[in-house]
Structures are given as C-alpha cells and as structure tokens.
C-alpha cells in the first residue's frame, strides 16, 4: 500500500470502453493478412490504452529503477519499429509487481512485471516477451474481442456495481483490473507467439530462447508463487505445453541460422542485479490476518478468514460470502472532520450515529446507502497521524445483522506501530554471483545461502536439481527480506 495515489474504479474503464459505440465493418490486418471485425477505430484504440494505462500506473505502479525502465523500452521500442504498426504511441514499462506476467494495452502500452524480470536470464528471453505482447497489439486482438463480446460484457458488470458514489468501493477483489487482463483464446495466443517470433528474429535474436520462457512459466505456475496485485501468467495466458511444441516447429521450419541469433545473457542479467524480489514488505505486509505499513507506521487487523488484497492505493479485506468489506486508504482532506463530510456529503449517503471504536480512529460514524435490492449498511472511520495524513477506514456490508460486530472490530483495530522489528523490514533483492568453480544448484546454495526455497532458486536459475554451473558463469541468488514471524 503506497498511499498517495488514486484509486481506479471499474467505471474508470467501463467510460473509456464505451468510446467504440456505433464504428463497424472489416479489415485486413497488415500484420496477419486477416479479415478482422474492428468496431474500435485506432484512434479510440489509442485513447483506450491511455486512459487504462493512467489506471495501471495508479493502481500497480511502475518499478522505480530509471535504468531498468529505459533498457526495457529501449528493446520494446525497437521491435515495435519494425512491426506493422511502427507508428502507435508505444511505451514498454516495467511494472512494480513480484507475480509473473506480461500484458499489453490497446494502442501500444505495454508492460512487464519486475517478477517476470527476475526469471528471465536472457535478453532473447525478454524481447521474446516484448514480441508476443507487440503481437497482441498488431493484431489488435483485444479490439477484436471488444468488438465481438465485451461491449455487453461491460454492460454486465455495470448493473452488479454499486451506485456510482460508492463504485470506488465495489468489487475490491478485482478493483477494475478485469478489462487490463483480457484472456485470449488459442488462437490469438498462437498468433500473437508467431508474430513475437516474427519480430524477434528481425532483431537478429537468437529465436531458440523463446521456448526456454514459456518453460519458466510453466515451472513458475506449478508452484504457485502468486501473491502480487494482479493475476498470475495461467489467470491471462494459456497452459504452456502446447506453446512450446508449436514454437519448437516454428523455429526448426525458419529459413535462418539460429546459432548467429543474439542471446544477451551478461547485459540482462546485470540490469536485474539487485532488483526487488518477491513481495515488497516497505509497501505493508501481513502477518496472518495482521497488516503492517512500516513506511506509514499503522497496522490494521482484519476479521480471520478474509480475502486481502494489499494494493498501491488501499488495502482492503472481503469475507466469504463475499458480502461485506473492509477497506483502508488516504483521505485527501486535511482533517478526518472535513474527510467525514466529503464522504457523508456524497448522494444517497445517510448519516446514522456516532459510534465509539478504538485505536487511532478519532471520528466514527455509521451509514447506509439505499439500494434497489435492498440497504447497503456501514462504518465510516477517519483517523490523521502524527504526520498530517488522514485516514479514512471503511466497513460495509449488505448484510449489517451478521457482519456489523466483524466489521466494528476491524475498524478499531487501526493503530500506530512503534516496534522497530516491524518497521525496519527490507525486500528482499536478486544478488548475482560470479562462480570461482564449477559446483551444482545444491552446492551453490550451501555456499552462497539465499532467503528463498530451493525450488524457487532453481526456477530463476533456469535449473533443475543436480544442474552443475560452469566456473565463471553468473548465478542468482535472493538475499535479504526477512519479516518478523
């Protein structure tokens, strides 16, 4: 939770959407030679992509490495130059998010996740990333899609949210991200890898490092090393067995010499030293229901058994029936008196009783919103610290009998934290080694020990058990960021 930053609402997205209205018709697609449906004009295309990336941007957030950021666009723009759609606004970034993944947005934005980053190996492996995300692009498979079935899909989601003065606070588990992550079918995966390759090879990259990533993201899913603000590879891509095989054959039929093809390991790998692995814990972390920010200096803790989700903007916990919620962020008021009267002040918003909780918490009052299928009941709470930030803790359900005492309790649980254990935690960090000799996996950890299991360290090592390194070769290892138990 990096607070201050927007939160994005799903209406955010819904509003764009609607731009396609009435275009229609067919064309051919200069990167598949396909007839394509496109009820999206480019220019909507483009606008989009913008106004989601503003979304991604606020609600993920960007890794803070300039250098990193600028050798990820630098490769991304210059696939894009020779791509068939060299004029879009293209931007390659990298997001601040330990999950494995890769997605593009209509109109050329497109981004990587510092955790896809740190199982990469290669340069090659990365711009064969970078290409199958242009690939989606040039195929303007998520305007396809749009065109086809999203329109009414939006339709949907836009009668299950609340009324639009509390939409910011509706489906916490997805906070509006669905429409970033669009899941293509088989056939546009298969195409967008094909094109990838296409671009891949143009920039004279050695194309067998391609396979070698969908094999990390096969191991990576099999793990299930989740965690991060968005969905896992598996959430948005297809299984990668069969993508493996297809490009395999795709690669052997290639009228080039492979082995003269760019690979990049030493450039890539000395990018990634030192970045952030994992979780963040200076962006909060929990402690089984107990969430710490030790870069603000609060804990909240949420009823036991609640879905978390810890996000740049909020953090924020929904029960399992998923009808009542708990939701923590930065007011822009200076006062929690003027927070409480922005928030009561918002239409269909009706003011109950004050009510006494503890913690922090200097002004509580209930609420409640009528809706048409009945009453939505709840908490409003707003606290300021020592610094001047103001705090506004929401609990709300439409259910008050059964959730009012859970929610009453997690709202009094927001404190100032003092211990030192808890606040000067660290991320943990990719740190390369340089092998005086040759050893194996289970060699190098005994030697040059690492914060993570085994298994993950062989994983963004590209190894197996028993794989032996050479003697000078480069090898990771993940140093650092312990939490308190």
């Known amino acids: 939770m990096r607070m201050p930053m927007k ?4 209406l955010a997205l819904l509003a764009v959407v609607s731009l396609a209205g009435s275009w229609g018709g067919c064309s051919t697609n200069p990167a598949t030679g396909k007839s394509q449906l496109a009820l999206v004009s480019e220019a909507q295309e483009i606008a989009m ?14 890794y803070d490495d300039k250098d990193v950021q600028a ?5 991304g ?3 894009a130059k020779g791509s068939e759609r060299p004029n879009l606004p293209w931007t390659f970034r990298v997001v601040d998010d330990p999950v494995v993944n890769a997605f593009a947005l209509p109109g050329g934005f497109i981004y990587v996740t510092r955790g896809l980053m740190s199982h990469l190996s290669t340069e090659a492996e990365l711009v064969s990333v970078l290409g199958h995300e242009i690939g989606h692009v040039t195929g303007r498979h998520s305007v396809e899609q749009m065109s086809k079935t999203q329109l009414a899909q939006i339709g949907l989601i836009a009668g299950m949210v609340l009324k639009p003065e509390l939409a910011q606070y509706g489906d916490l588990a997805q906070s509006g991200l669905g429409l970033m992550f669009l899941k293509y079918g ?14 891949l090879v143009r920039e004279n990259y050695d194309p067998r490092e391609m396979p070698q990533v969908f094999d990390v993201l096969r191991r990576v899913s099999e793990s299930q090393a989740e965690g991060g603000r968005i969905p896992g590879w598996l959430s948005t891509h297809p299984a990668p067995e069969n993508r493996i095989r297809d490009i395999t054959a795709q690669i052997a039929a290639l009228q080039v010499d492979t082995s003269k093809g760019k690979v990049g390991r030493e450039p890539y790998l000395r990018q990634i030293d030192g970045m952030s692995f994992g979780q963040n814990p200076r962006e909060g972390y929990f402690l089984g229901n107990r969430f710490i920010q030790p870069e603000l200096g609060f804990e909240i803790r949420f009823p036991e058994g609640w879905k978390t989700v810890n996000q740049k903007a909020q953090v924020a916990a929904v029960n399992p029936a998923r009808n009542a919620a708990v939701v923590l962020s930065l007011a822009k008021e200076s006062s929690p008196e003027a927070a409480a009267r922005q928030f009561f002040s918002q239409q269909g918003v009706q003011q109950g009783q004050d009510v006494r909780v503890n913690g922090m918490t200097s002004l509580a009052r209930t609420f409640e919103v009528q809706q048409q299928n009945g009453s939505l009941q709840g908490i409003a709470a707003f606290a300021k610290d020592g610094q001047g930030r103001v705090y506004q803790i929401l609990g709300y359900t439409n259910a008050w009998n059964a959730n009012s005492g859970a929610l009453s309790q997690a709202v009094g649980t927001f404190e100032r934290v003092t211990d030192r254990r808890l606040l000067d935690v660290k991320p943990k960090r990719i740190d390369l080694v340089k092998l005086p000799n040759a050893m194996t996996l289970e060699e190098f950890n005994r030697r040059y020990p690492s914060t993570v299991d085994l298994r993950t360290l062989g994983i963004i090592n590209q190894a197996e058990a ?4 050479e003697s000078g070769v480069q090898v990771k290892r993940v140093v650092g960021g312990e939490t308190p138990s």
Not at 7 to 10: A, F, K, R, V
Not at 49 to 62: M, P
Not at 188 to 198: C, F, K, P, V
Request: hydrophobic share 30%; charged share 25%; glycine share 12%.
């Open 466 to 469: 028993g794989t032996r390194f």
């Open 71 to 75: 050798y990820v666009n630098q490769l």
């Open 77 to 79: 723009q210059q696939l």
């Open 49 to 62: 992509g913008r106004e989601a990336d503003q979304g991604v941007v606020q609600q993920l957030g960007l």
């Open 7 to 10: 939160s994005l609402t799903p």
């Open 186 to 199: 088989r056939d546009d995966e298969r195409e967008a890898d094909s094109l990838g390759l296409r671009y």
